[in-house]
């Protein structure tokens, strides 16, 4: 199958337009795209509107919008008509809930709709592409585009295809993520929550066994990541950041000198079970770490953090 040229891309359809699909369409509207959103709720066009204008000032300061507010709600159009949307988009974004008969029906009639040699990203955060792509007519150009909560300022989308995907499609995603500034990283494999929700999931489970066992408090645990590793995390991943702790050896020396240590400590890792007791404890430790501020407060605070990390760090740069 050929591919239109990514260059020639300027419409994109947003297919689902709840947490995932209005940051997506502010990030595509960021980027110049005519963005055709939809969503069956009622409120879905008044909820993508209010987002995009909430989300602008953070696309303004991080240089991500190429235009203005006005210009970019001028180029906003939203159905609930899932035909209307697709019929004449040049890329899908598709964000519909997580559930699996859901997505079947609606990729195929995005399938449908959309005219040939155009890609469909799904973000599912953990459904495979070989299952959704069961009931297409062209089910080779379904990829998983996976992005990080929330996708208009979270740079990584991960790229996996399924056992009917075309390498092709796979390419042209990767590619046209990364064209606009985004990180696009390639998963060989379908695994289950691919890589970066996997790698939360292994440091989550330590976190909650420490808690668990009584090692250390539930802000003390947070306290070990952020003013420790986490600091050099948003920098450097861990393979490149143990490659500095070889010295002159590097990731070699690292392996042959500190490998036995880690492998006891692997060995020694917890399997937490998230029962009623452990989840009181997370719970009560949340509470005491936040300190009176409201998840809103919290969430307002690691947004203004984000922004000022990634003005200094530019990942990709
Ligand atoms: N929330 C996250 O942190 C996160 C992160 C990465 C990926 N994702 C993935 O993004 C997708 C959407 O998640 P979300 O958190 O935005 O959910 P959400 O519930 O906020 O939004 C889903 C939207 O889909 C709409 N919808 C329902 N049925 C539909 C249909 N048949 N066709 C089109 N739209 C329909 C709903 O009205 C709603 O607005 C999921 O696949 C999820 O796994 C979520």
Avoid at 56 to 66: G, N, R
Avoid at 294 to 303: G, H, M, P, V, W
Wanted: glycine share 8%; charged share 25%; net charge negative.
């Amino acid at each position: 199958m050929n591919y239109i040229a990514r260059t020639e891309a300027k419409v994109v359809a947003v297919i689902g337009a709840g947490t995932i699909g209005a940051s997506w369409s502010a990030w595509f509207l960021a980027r110049g795209f005519r963005v055709n959103a939809s969503d069956p709720s009622p409120e879905g066009e008044a909820f993508v509107r209010r987002f995009v204008a909430n989300a602008w000032p953070q696309l303004v300061e991080l240089e991500i919008a190429t235009i203005t507010l006005d210009e970019a709600l001028a180029r906003l159009v939203f159905t609930a008509d899932i035909a209307e949307a697709c019929k004449d988009a040049d890329f899908v974004q598709e964000n519909a809930p997580e559930r699996i008969e859901i997505k079947q029906e609606l990729l195929a009639r995005i399938d449908e709709h959309l005219p040939e040699g155009r890609v469909i990203g799904s973000s599912t955060s953990g459904l495979k592409a070989s299952d959704m792509q069961a009931r297409m007519a062209r089910p080779g150009r379904l990829v998983v585009a996976h992005p990080f909560n929330p996708p208009h300022l979270i740079p990584l989308v991960e790229i996996v295809g399924g056992r009917q995907t075309d390498e092709a499609a796979c390419d042209w995603a990767l590619g046209f993520y990364n064209d606009h500034g985004k990180r696009a990283i390639r998963v060989r494999k379908e695994v289950p929550g691919h890589i970066a929700n996997r790698l939360q999931a292994a440091l989550w489970r330590e976190a909650a066994h420490l808690v668990s066992d009584g090692v250390a408090s539930v802000s003390d645990v947070d306290a070990a990541i952020t003013e420790g590793p986490g600091l050099r995390w948003a920098i450097m991943g861990p393979h490149l950041t143990f490659h500095l702790a070889g010295g002159d050896g590097g990731i070699r020396h690292f392996a042959d000198h500190l490998g036995p240590a880690i492998k006891t400590w692997w060995d020694d890792l917890g399997a937490p079970v998230i029962d009623a007791r452990l989840t009181d404890m997370l719970e009560e430790g949340v509470r005491e770490e936040a300190g009176g501020r409201s998840t809103a407060d919290l969430a307002a605070e690691r947004d203004r953090k984000l922004i000022a990390l990634l003005k200094t760090v530019k990942p990709g740069a």
